[in-house]
C-alpha cells in the first residue's frame, strides 16, 4: 500500500467514527424525558390549566377533581374540519369518476348538429318518413273539440237540472 492510499482510508474512518458519536448524541437527546426539552406548555384557566403539546398541537383541560389530576382532550374543530375536507374530496373524485365513466359509456352520443327544422315549426322530413304513429289532422282535432263542448254543455245541464231538484226538497 500506498502512503497515500493508507491516509486516505484513516481519513474515512475517522469521519466515520464521528458521524457514529453525531448520531449517539442525537438518539440520547430523543430519549430525554417529554418535561426536560419542553414539550408541554401549561397555563392557568378557571380551576385547572390548559396543557398545550408542542409537538402534535393538541390541547387539553386538566383540573383536580379530588382524585387526583385529570386531563381530558378539548375537541378540535380544526381536526373534524379536515376530516370533513377529506371525506368530500373523496366524494368529488368518486363522482367525476362516475361522470367520466358516464360520457365515455353513452353510445348513442355524437357530435353531429341536429338538423333543423322546416319555416312551419314541423319536424325535419327524415324523421317523418321514420314515424310510426301519424299526427291527427285539423279536421281530427275538430271533431275531438266539437265532442268536448257537447259533452261540457250536457254535464253542465245534468248539474243545474240536479240543482233545482234539490231546490224544491
Avoid at 79 to 103: S, T
Wanted: with cysteine; hydrophobic share 35%.
Amino acid at each position: 500500500m500506498s502512503p497515500a492510499t493508507s491516509s486516505s482510508q484513516f481519513s474515512t474512518i475517522i469521519a466515520a467514527i464521528a458521524f457514529g458519536f453525531a448520531g449517539l448524541g442525537a438518539a440520547v437527546a430523543d430519549s430525554a424525558p417529554d418535561s426536560a426539552n419542553g414539550r408541554y406548555t401549561l397555563a392557568p384557566a378557571g380551576d385547572g390549566v390548559v396543557r398545550l403539546d408542542t409537538r402534535t398541537g393538541a390541547v387539553s383541560n386538566c383540573n383536580n377533581n379530588g382524585n387526583g389530576w385529570a386531563c381530558y382532550a378539548v375537541p378540535d374543530e380544526r381536526a373534524a374540519m379536515d376530516q370533513e375536507i377529506g371525506r368530500l374530496q373523496a366524494e368529488n373524485a368518486r363522482l367525476k369518476a362516475q361522470f367520466a365513466e358516464r360520457e365515455t359509456a353513452s353510445p348513442g352520443k355524437n357530435e353531429e348538429a341536429l338538423p333543423k327544422s322546416d319555416k312551419q315549426g314541423g319536424p325535419p322530413k327524415a324523421i317523418e318518413s321514420e314515424r310510426k304513429i301519424p299526427l291527427p289532422s285539423d279536421q281530427d282535432m275538430d271533431r275531438v273539440m266539437s265532442f268536448v263542448e257537447r259533452t261540457w254543455r250536457r254535464l253542465m245541464e245534468v248539474a243545474d237540472r240536479m240543482k233545482d231538484a234539490a231546490g224544491k226538497l
